[in-house]
């Protein structure tokens, strides 16, 4: 009779749960996250070595109707217990499963369905949370054994973490909210490589040689070179030396006046040379660089070089004269931001028959044109972010042109006065905006606004061909005159647009 | 027998007094340790819960569909229990009357939902709701209640939803460089160092256009003041306003006006010599006077060394041109006078500005500008003006914003009231919008001064 009560109570036991319903619910929670959550997890592993395999590991009881399981000290078997090793209100570590790795590829694999392309191990769930907690009950020298391992591992490598199971990289992650400004020539050189027609020199990449030893890349390229409609550059190999490099460009642009390329009617050619003034010619990110430009500008005076199909302008009315010029660029000298400076000057255009030909408020026939320009700026880089997808610069500096006016008889073959009528300075502002998706410059675009006029220029890379052959699309527009009248030599602005192919850059 | 007693009553004692010293948290239950466990195995991103993505679910069907989940499940749980039949119909009645939302919100590395809840709507911006159930907050028990469909639904958000993620707008001072460009009054600050660590000395390029103390904001002068500033922060602060020092020095030159037009038939003050302008600001009363902390002294002139020839103005006829050659002005400011939380901080100043008022004849036949008022000393030719002045500022956040009204009377019976604005986002891009109006002008005062003045200019700052 006794017997039978205590057989129905150990059955009844077996059908109770183990624990209060709660808890035996929330056990149950602890496992699903366990199994199903493969990224968030912030737990870790070692691997229980075979040889402390002992009899303690031996039949542990599991729940939810699973067999017992012993551990099995075989060489393509090994243990891995995750654990909780520390977090917020956890004051001591946790064991959380055991898995038990079998590698297929050892032992027994002779069998008509040996794995041979498939998965070369099996993990099954030796023991779940749910039997480790139970086991801290019933089973506590089984617990102690993972458990002092776990802490041996610990206390004997306490400069090596751990295997993780993190799946999430919080420091390849981490974000920033106010953006970032380099402190060197980074931000200055990002700019300069993606956007400037001519060419920058790059840190050199080290690539590995066969045992591991570095192996410093010859540069490939014998030249570079960026060709459109409106401007060329040049520079080989040969024209590189120790502190830089020298490149020569030809051009239909004018830096200062806000005239749409070939709009001035004139060519500016040049000798670009570029200066890096450090101790190792290879830290041009730390280095104070010159980078100078001596331009030589002659005036051709004819309309009908302002007819280039891809030119939207109308007639030009303002004149250049013959002039040479500097445009000079300095990096953070003395810890004060980018400098740029620019001059442009020399002597005034052939006046005799000028290609247009105006009348003043006064009615005396006139023509105008221009001698001298400057600007002086100063450049502040920032990106919105630390990976530099967006990138900006922004000039702040100031302007100057002069403009005179030629008075004429109605015949204009020759002139009766000559009258200096503007020499003001204006403030000078561009914005300047790079695309940049994973350091691939995509887009560039930039507006400046100088003596109320707003002149925008912008690019977009169409396509890269292999060997580094890029093309680009890209146009460049001014506006007329933005709150206040438009002066007698001004038009109406216009636009450009052209392709551009660079090579070697 | 009676130490017997002291002994007893010492041990007594003890016990108390240890019992209240020492007393230990109450230890935790099994459940509650196994809670800890189970909220402590994701990397634990506690910081950024403000900034993780937050919504909430308000379609009256949908949310029907997913409590349905629940009691299908026997999921909802009050306290860690069961819920009853009766606790089931009861919180049901409010799914029918469709006064329930689901306020949800992802984890911050992937986009798995990490908080799950089913909250009365009126309950929803409470610091404690009353929860229709316990909150889920582990993606993968609330994909097993719901099923993977409904989860992935509810996870990629093909609904219709309201959005409560917040979005971060610091705002902080950089000392690297800070270009601030707001024709009103630029700045450019392109040098800076330190001397201790903790201070800053700050050099940049300044413009201003205009005096308000004068009632003569920027657009309504035709000259333009350039210079250099030095400034001297004791220690860095978020707030650029909160200097020890700041000099300037710089000179006047012509500017032109945007606008033309609204400016016929009335006089611009033109710049009729070179002229040399100073202002030194700071928070320095309180090395003078015991307990004068965040009193800000500001003293500012201009002074006209010359007068410039006829043929800088390239006179086409016989004209009149007016200019104010000589200002000095003296102001004391009192900043954080008090919070009034979203609105700023309260500041009031106050102080005495005096101003001349010269007239010239300009003739294309004569070189020299003729003083029409000559006679007049040159003393006499200054009026003076009290002006008071209170506003609310506020740094940082998403909005910034200085609003500062004026009152200001001279002694030729001219008054202004005057409203100087400037709202910034992020303090990145903003508007600097000023508007005054006079009262009292006399006829002469007239011909260069308006009754009102509007000007503005936007703001556009980059600040490293």
């Known amino acids: 009779m006794i017997q039978k009560i205590i057989q129905m109570v150990i059955l009844c036991g077996f059908l109770l749960p183990v624990f209060g319903q709660n808890l035996d619910e929330l056990l149950d929670q602890v496992d699903l996250k366990l199994r199903k959550d493969k990224r968030y997890l912030n737990i870790n592993y070692v691997v229980f070595p075979n040889n402390k395999i002992g009899e303690e590991l031996k039949n542990l009881p599991r729940l939810n109707y699973r067999e017992p399981i012993s551990f099995k000290a075989a060489d393509n078997i090994t243990y891995n217990i995750v654990f909780l090793k520390e977090a917020v209100g956890i004051d001591s570590l946790v064991l959380l499963y055991v898995d038990q790795i079998t590698d297929r590829s050892q032992g027994d694999n002779t069998g008509m369905f040996s794995a041979t392309g498939g998965p070369q191990s099996d993990t099954v769930k030796a023991l779940n949370f749910k039997d480790l907690y139970n086991l801290q009950r019933v089973r506590p020298e089984a617990y102690k054994a993972l458990l002092t391992e776990v802490n041996r591992f610990i206390r004997e490598n306490p400069d090596q973490q751990p295997s993780s199971l993190l799946k999430i990289l919080p420091d390849e992650d981490i974000k920033t909210s106010l953006g970032v400004a380099s402190r060197d020539n980074t931000d200055y050189l990002n700019y300069m490589r993606a956007n400037y027609m001519h060419w920058y020199p790059k840190a050199k990449v080290e690539k590995k040689g066969k045992r591991g030893a570095a192996v410093a890349t010859a540069d490939s390229i014998n030249y570079r070179i960026e060709a459109g409609f409106s401007r060329f550059t040049f520079s080989h190999r040969s024209m590189d030396f120790s502190l830089g490099g020298a490149s020569i460009e030809l051009g239909t642009s004018e830096k200062v006046l806000n005239l749409v390329p070939y709009q001035s009617m004139a060519v500016t050619g040049g000798f670009r040379t570029l200066v890096n003034i450090a101790q190792k010619k290879e830290d041009i990110d730390k280095s104070f660089i010159i980078d100078a430009r001596l331009l030589v500008r002659l005036s051709l005076n004819s309309e009908s070089m302002a007819k280039v199909p891809f030119a939207m302008v109308s007639s030009p009315k303002l004149m250049v004269g013959n002039a040479a010029g500097l445009d000079v660029t300095l990096t953070r000298p003395f810890g004060l931001p980018v400098i740029n400076l620019f001059v442009m000057t020399g002597s005034e255009p052939s006046l005799k028959n000028p290609p247009m030909r105006l009348v003043n408020k006064d009615g005396k026939y006139v023509a105008y044109y221009n001698i001298s320009s400057l600007e002086g700026s100063m450049s502040f880089f920032w990106n919105t972010s630390e990976t530099m997808t967006s990138r900006f610069r922004l000039d702040v500096g100031a302007g100057y042109y002069d403009v005179h006016e030629a008075q004429y008889t109605s015949a204009y073959s020759s002139t009766i006065g000559k009258s200096l009528i503007q020499d003001d300075f204006y403030p000078m502002i561009a914005l300047h905006f790079n695309f940049a998706p994973g350091g691939a410059d995509i887009f560039g675009a930039m507006i400046k606004t100088l003596d109320s006029q707003v002149k925008a220029e912008g690019w977009l890379k169409v396509m890269e061909l292999e060997g580094g052959h890029v093309f680009r699309f890209a146009a460049a527009i001014v506006s007329p005159p933005l709150a206040r009248e438009k002066r007698l030599w001004e038009s109406d602005g216009g636009a450009l647009v052209e392709v551009r192919y660079r090579y070697g850059f | ?464």
């Not at chain 2, 700071?282 to 007068?307: H, W």
């Not at chain 2, 029409?372 to 000393?377: T, V």
């Not at chain 2, 506003?391 to 200085?402: N, W």
């Open chain 2, 1 to 464: 027998m009676r130490k017997i007693n002291i002994l007893l009553g010492m041990v007594t004692a003890f016990v108390f007094i240890s019992g209240s010293l020492f007393a230990q948290e109450k230890p935790m239950t099994d459940y509650e340790k196994v809670q800890a466990i189970y909220n402590s195995l994701e990397y634990n991103t506690l910081a950024f819960n403000d900034l993780k993505q937050k919504w909430v679910i308000s379609d009256p069907l949908l949310v029907r569909e997913v409590y349905n989940r629940f009691v299908v499940r026997d999921a909802l749980r009050h306290g860690g229990n069961k819920m009853t039949l009766a606790q089931v119909k009861e919180r049901t009645e409010s799914i029918y009357n469709g006064s329930v939302v689901i306020d949800l919100r992802k984890r911050y590395y992937d986009d798995e939902i990490e908080y799950f809840a089913f909250v009365p709507e009126d309950q929803l911006q409470a610091e404690n709701p009353n929860f229709l159930a316990d909150p889920v907050k582990d993606p993968f028990l609330l994909q097993d209640i719901i099923g993977a469909k409904l989860y992935e639904k509810i996870r990629t958000q093909g609904y219709f939803y309201s959005n409560l993620t917040k979005s971060v707008y610091d705002t902080k001072n950089g000392y690297f460089y800070d270009v601030y460009l707001n024709a009103l009054e630029p700045h450019v600050m392109y040098w800076n160092t330190t001397s201790s660590g903790r201070n800053k000395y700050l050099l940049s390029l300044f413009g201003k256009w205009g005096e308000d103390q004068l009632t003569l904001p920027g657009w309504y002068s035709g000259e333009y003041i350039v210079g250099t500033a030095l400034t001297y922060y004791q220690s860095i602060t978020s707030d650029p306003s909160k200097y020890l020092y700041d000099f300037r020095a710089g000179i006047a030159v012509k500017s032109g006006r945007p606008f033309l037009s609204d400016f016929k038939g009335r006089q611009i003050l033109q710049p009729t010599g070179q002229a040399a302008y100073f202002r030194a600001s700071g928070d320095v009363l309180k090395y003078i006077i015991s307990g004068a902390e965040g009193y800000y002294l500001n003293v500012e002139f201009k002074y006209t060394v010359n007068v410039y020839s006829a043929k800088e103005f390239k006179p086409e006829f016989q004209d009149t041109i007016s200019s104010v050659r000589n200002f000095g002005i003296v102001e004391i400011r009192k900043k954080d006078i008090a919070s009034l939380g979203d609105f700023g901080n309260l500041e009031v100043g106050g102080g005495i500005a005096t101003s001349d008022y010269y007239r010239y004849l300009i003739s294309p036949t004569s070189s020299k500008l003729t003083d029409i008022d000559s006679k007049k000393g040159f003393v006499s030719k200054f009026r003076h003006n009290v002006f008071v002045e209170a506003g609310l500022s506020r740094t940082g956040g998403l909005i910034q914003h200085q609003v500062n009204f004026q009152l200001s009377y001279d002694t030729e019976g001219f008054s202004s009231f005057g409203v100087m604005g400037k709202v910034m986002l992020s303090d990145q891009l903003g508007l600097d919008l000023r508007v005054m109006q006079g009262f009292g002008l006399d006829t002469p005062t007239k011909r260069w001064r308006p009754d009102t003045y509007i000007v503005f200019s936007p703001i556009l700052r980059i600040n490293y």
